[in-house]
T-cell receptor
Framework: GAVVSQHPSRVICKSGTSVKIECRSL??????MFWYRQFPKQSLMLMAT?????????EQGVEKDKFLINHASLTLSTLTVTSAHPEDSSFYIC?????????????FGPGTRLTVT | AQSVTQLGSHVSVSEGALVLLRCNYS??????LFWYVQYPNQGLQLLLK??????LVKGINGFEAEFKKSETSFHLTKPSAHMSDAAEYFC???????????FGKGTMLLVSP
């Protein structure tokens, strides 16, 4: 099946710094990718929808200036957490939609654990 | 708009026992329904999906789910639990292949020897 990778898997950064997380679709092209945030023992919360070549669509309550999303190619989307604070510590998961064959199935990356100290 | 309710944040079963994880949905249009499994510190893996074809859907690892429109349910079952089934399970709904997924709060499945 289709594979989505995320890098890094874990990152620890100091408060006030920025962190970039990459999401790649390895064997298919993804015009749409999604970024989720998951707090411990909770469900996934959709943060934004990333469309290749256009601006991301953010969910209500998500700060677009804090969580910068760039979908520069059909296989890569990046999430940059700017001026990170401890409350941004979370598990970030991306997914990519595969539209080949009409499946529209979303494939999820393994997640990135962000810890802000 | 769509929503998903998963009854029971934790379900405990013995190895070899029947697994039943409950999911009820709300959707203003015919839904697409999914079950995902998440192991600790990992992403989500698709177990099975319903996309308006057969109402009984078979997935990986021996899991299956039945879409019941009259009950707005999509419960996940497995006849015999394995220790390796212990994980978090999420039910999700979407209105179409182009829509975003809405997840339930998840059910942690605990399997005891």
């Amino acid at each position: 099946g289709a594979v989505v990778s995320q890098h890094p898997s874990r990152v620890i950064c100091k408060s006030g710094t920025s962190v970039k997380i990459e999401c790649r679709s390895l064997d298919f092209q993804a015009t749409t990718m999604f970024w989720y945030r998951q707090f411990p023992k909770q469900s996934l919360m959709l943060m934004a929808t990333s469309n290749e070549g256009s601006k991301a669509t953010y969910e209500q309550g998500v700060e677009k200036d804090k969580f910068l999303i760039n979908h520069a190619s059909l296989t890569l989307s990046t999430l940059t957490v700017t001026s990170a604070h401890p409350e941004d510590s979370s598990f970030y998961i991306c997914s990519a939609r595969d539209v080949t064959g009409g499946s529209h199935e979303q494939y999820f990356g393994p997640g990135t654990r962000l810890t802000v100290t | 708009a769509q929503s998903v309710t998963q009854l029971g944040s934790h379900v405990s079963v013995s190895e070899g026992a029947l697994v039943l994880l409950r999911c009820n949905y709300s959707s203003s249009v015919p839904p697409y329904l999914f079950w995902y499994v998440q192991y600790p510190n990992q992403g989500l893996q698709l177990l099975l999906k319903y996309t308006s074809a057969a109402t009984l859907v078979k997935g990986i690892n021996g899991f299956e789910a039945e879409f019941k429109k009259s009950e707005t349910s999509f419960h996940l079952t497995k006849p015999s639990a394995h220790m390796s089934d212990a994980a978090e399970y999420f039910c999700a709904v979407t209105a179409s292949g182009y829509s975003t997924l809405t997840f339930g709060k998840g059910t942690m499945l605990l399997v005891s020897p």
